[in-house]
């Protein structure tokens, strides 16, 4: 695989794993990250990105390999103190973990943005890649679900997706914006293809589709936009994704994941369990094992999509 | 050793041990400690009370026993972890003692009072004394030195006491006043004594002293305020007291210590290494051995102490 620059959309943990194999894959090109930040919240007093960390951890190679979330090595002293201090304990913050809130929220207090700051936790991180939350300012996720309406770490981890979703919300106010570094490598001259990760496109992908301007400027990025299936054998790998499809009345089957990006996809990386599906796509598609269970079927999949989406771009 | 309640004023590691002693020597009599709460700061984002946690810490059976401050069986992964994202290291904060700090930051910023999150933490904490910050409001000590103006932890910890002193403010603004627990714990008819612990008297002790009013409550409660000299031997058993003196100019003996608490003091507790001063303190002495290595030698020095006082109270 060679290519100069890829730009990927990522949410949590199984997008993280196709970034990092984008990042094993890319030699001497370049990666943008593009990660969500919709499931962002304040917990105890401290700015919490969840998606990002779980990209900065899992790039920068202290991901805890069991969860996917949170760091490898963790220690849960501060956990236990706080329960024992009468403190909230359904978000696990394990100690290594608090460090990058502790720190983020100090640095956003003292008037610096969510982007440069995490710029600079990849750079101490030693990431190659460039990780960029897609915007500087907060636009929220909230799940409308038969129990009400739920900030989304609430609904995702207190209430563990249990509530019947019925619409997701993208609360969010006037100046939202994509942050800079991300416009920017969508105007680079050596941009390639841009890779939607296999997040939950309801709840990982589209907040990133729904800052204002972002949808346009991918697809004015004039290359070709490539999804890999989140679903395997109409199954999500991990996290809610089939179980919303159904609350939402969509059918759970990789097919439905092509029209939730409709306009934007110019081909999609179908998993070998659902090639049946492949002629009721209406894009390009490559069929794999889209599994990625170990550090070499990420960098696998992470070449394949990659090859895949410069043919599509030789052709055009 | 029966007394019915007794009110002492703390500092840090050496006026914890005190009240520690205090608290076992009480039985089924009461115990008001009053923390010295000038050295509070914000750290990280974080509000840190460092004397109210040593007493919470050291009350509740939790203090790391090598250091005095901080939790015993404490992981540092926290701090580690800060360190790799540049964060700042100079303050050292410990797993545990970070949920202190969390959830206190958490509460504080919620609206709730020092002195009731403080009484929570030691309810929890399973500690018997009452823990109770001198003011609510916030009073902070600053170093005037040869090398510029330092915030106390500054100045103590990040410079290590190494600036030479010359004097010491107590900033404060108009509206601080002596948290409510001090004035109804000085206004219990069952009020035996207040004790002084072995702190510093300049850094320690005097800003308890210099919350407005709370100087004159403590001498019209109308019992004998007996204090414990934080000398041995005309040195400081731990911390800056000696070298502070010297900066200020005042001689370096236990006797100077009275000199400090002038008009409130009935009655001084001795080192008996420094026996030979003896004549030179204008109040009754109580000559002793008062280093508390061991957790029987602070609960012998604090039931001289208040026998002491009792001794002084019937005599009065």
Same mark, same amino acid.
């Given at each position: 695989m060679t290519a100069r620059h890829i730009l990927a959309l990522s949410g949590g943990v199984g997008g993280a794993k196709l970034a990092d194999g984008l990042q094993q894959a890319c030699?001497?090109?370049? &990666? @943008? *990250?593009?990660?969500? @930040?919709?499931?962002? $919240?304040?917990?105890l007093g401290l700015n919490i990105s969840p998606d990002v960390d779980t990209a900065l951890y899992t790039l920068g190679g202290v991901a805890n390999p069991e969860t996917g979330w949170g760091r490898r090595d963790e220690t849960w002293t501060f956990m236990d103190t706080l329960a024992r201090l009468g403190g909230e304990t359904w978000f696990r913050l394990g100690d290594g973990d608090l460090a990058t809130h502790v720190e983020r929220t100090r640095r956003l207090a003292a008037g610096e943005a969510l982007s =440069?700051?995490? =710029?600079? $936790? =990849?750079?101490? &991180?030693?990431?190659? %890649?460039?990780?960029?939350?897609?915007?500087?300012?907060? &636009?929220?996720?909230?799940?409308?679900?038969d129990e009400g309406i739920f900030d989304f770490q609430d609904y995702f981890v207190r209430h563990q997706c249990r509530p019947v979703t019925r619409s997701i919300e993208f609360a969010q106010g006037d100046d939202v914006r994509p942050s800079p570094a991300v416009l920017a490598a969508l105007a680079d001259d050596a941009l390639d293809a841009i890779v939607i990760c296999p997040s939950n496109p309801y709840l990982s992908i589209a907040p990133i589709l729904a800052v204002p301007g972002l949808r346009d400027a991918l697809r004015e990025a004039g290359v070709p936009i490539v999804a890999v299936s989140p679903l395997v054998g109409g199954a999500a790998v991990k996290g809610p994704t089939a179980k919303i499809m159904a609350e939402l009345g969509v059918p759970v089957t990789a097919d439905e994941i092509t029209r939730q990006y409709d306009d934007l996809l110019a081909g999609f990386v179908l998993d070998e369990r659902d090639a049946a599906l492949r002629e009721r796509i209406a894009v390009p598609v490559h069929v794999t094992d889209? &599994?990625?269970?170990?550090?070499?079927?990420?960098?696998? *999949? =992470?070449?394949?999509?990659?090859? $895949? %989406?410069k043919h599509l771009k030789a052709r055009a």
């Open positions: 030699n001497d090109g370049r &990666l @943008t *990250v593009v990660v969500n @930040t919709g499931d962002d $919240f304040t917990h =440069a700051i995490t =710029a600079d $936790f =990849a750079r101490r &991180l030693g990431i190659q %890649a460039d990780v960029v939350p897609m915007s500087d300012q907060p &636009l929220r996720t909230r799940v409308h679900s889209t &599994l990625m269970r170990s550090a070499d079927d990420r960098v696998r *999949v =992470a070449r394949e999509t990659v090859d $895949f %989406a």
